[in-house]
Nanobody, 133 residues
Framework: QVRLRESGGGSVQSGGSLRLSCSAS????????MGWFRQAPGKEREGVAV???????TYADSVKGRFTISQDNTKNTLYLQMSRLKPEDTAMYYC???????????????????????????WGQGTQVTVSS
């Protein structure tokens, strides 16, 4: 069983920065892909940034150039460095881990299929990010 715990959320003004962390425990190894997803009130959950087991990262267009996903070598901790935050970044941010690649949920012809019909194996409880204008 994999347990994920997010931290680092908070309230910032537009243009500010935050770094989210996700601590992973349990049986997780280099075969896992990990990523950050977010859900704003009244909106569907969306992928923000993922890093597959091969180390390749994929970002949502809305955060490219502003957010950076990274992880430590043991894969015990996943990070999301968020810069130049905007009010539209306000959401609950969730950490996810899966034995399958997460990038197909971000880009490609099967994106909608994966997000609607293939559940992600492991989720954290979420951390709230609020950006004020």
């Amino acid at each position: 069983q994999v347990r994920l715990r997010e931290s680092g959320g908070g309230s910032v003004q537009s243009g500010g920065s935050l770094r989210l962390s996700c601590s992973a425990s349990g049986y997780i190894d280099n075969s896992y892909s990990m990523g950050w997803f977010r859900q704003a009130p009244g909106k569907e959950r969306e992928g923000v940034a993922v890093i597959d087991s091969d180390g390749i990262t994929t970002y949502a267009d809305s955060v490219k150039g502003r957010f950076t996903i990274s992880q430590d070598n043991t894969k015990n901790t996943l990070y999301l460095q968020m810069s130049r935050l905007k009010p539209e970044d306000t959401a609950m941010y969730y950490c996810a881990a899966d034995t399958s690649p997460l990038s197909p949920r971000m880009v490609g012809p099967n994106k909608d299929y994966y997000n609607e019909y293939v559940p992600i194996e492991n989720w954290g409880q979420g951390t709230q990010v609020t950006v004020s204008s």
